[in-house]
């Protein structure tokens, strides 16, 4: 089994900053991507931006310039830093990571419970 633990939510005033950490545990012989999504209320679930194992990055254009995705190889835990936060950042957040179980698995892809992002104007 393979389990991702996201935390760091919370609530926030607009252009503070919140660091969210998501760690990954369990049966796992290694992760290939890993990344940040989102969900508001009523809206479908978004990327928010993406990180393979060697550390190339990829965004959505609302947070280019502003959230910083990262990961530690080590711990299994990538990060997002997200500064400037903006009322339409507000959402539950939700890391997931394609994980290979064995040498001979193929990836699956797990997915946290999510954290909550609120940011008040």
Do not use: H
């Not at 809206?43 to 990961?71: H, L, M, P, W």
Request: aromatic content about 10%; glycine content about 12%.
């Amino acid at each position: 089994q393979v389990q991702l633990v996201e935390s760091g939510g919370g609530l926030v005033q607009a252009g503070g900053s919140l660091r969210l950490s998501c760690a990954a545990s369990g049966s796992i012989f290694g992760i290939d991507a890993m990344g940040w999504y989102r969900q508001a209320p009523g809206k479908q679930r978004e990327k928010v931006a993406t990180i393979t194992s060697s550390g190339s990055t990829n965004y959505d254009d609302s947070v280019k310039g502003r959230f910083t995705i990262s990961r530690d190889n080590a711990k299994n835990t990538v990060f997002l830093q997200m500064n400037s936060l903006k009322p339409e950042d507000t959402a539950r957040y939700y890391c997931n990571a394609g994980v290979r179980v064995t040498y001979y698995s193929s990836t699956g892809i797990y997915w946290g419970q999510g954290t909550q992002v609120t940011v008040s104007s």
